[in-house]
């Protein structure tokens, strides 16, 4: 199993970030999906999933600002963040929902104020 994030960066408050994972080694079109992320200093926390129907899931730190979205003929999950705030600075992870998978070196976000 191979996940590998992409996407991240420095982005201003307010600014928008599409991420991006693409998994290999799996039935990806089987498996409900999910970003989870790391912030300095805390637990890591799941952000959104997608089912393989297509349902979709936040938490409420990025609800109405946050779009996950699957592409399963290119076995890749997305996350569109918009509004971004500072304290969604951490490293993000897609992994299959409830982390079922080896986790992959993630991409990181920073957001300045």
């Known amino acids: 199993v191979q996940l590998v994030e992409s996407g991240g960066g420095l982005v201003q408050a307010g600014g928008s970030l599409r991420l991006s994972c693409v998994a290999s080694?799996?039935?990806?079109?089987?498996?409900?999906m999910a970003w989870y992320r790391q912030a300095p200093g805390k637990q890591r926390e799941w952000v959104a999933s997608?089912?393989?129907?297509?349902?979709?899931d936040y938490a409420d730190s990025v609800k109405d600002r946050a779009t996950v979205s699957r592409d399963n003929a290119k076995n890749t999950i997305y996350l569109q963040m918009n509004n971004l705030k500072p304290e969604d600075t951490a490293v993000y992870y897609c992994?299959?929902?409830?982390?079922?998978?080896?986790w992959g070196k993630g991409t990181l976000v920073t957001v300045s104020s």
């Open positions: 992994n299959g929902l409830y982390a079922k998978f080896s």
């Open positions: 080694g799996i039935f990806f079109s089987l498996n409900d």
């Open positions: 997608v089912s393989i129907t297509g349902h979709t």
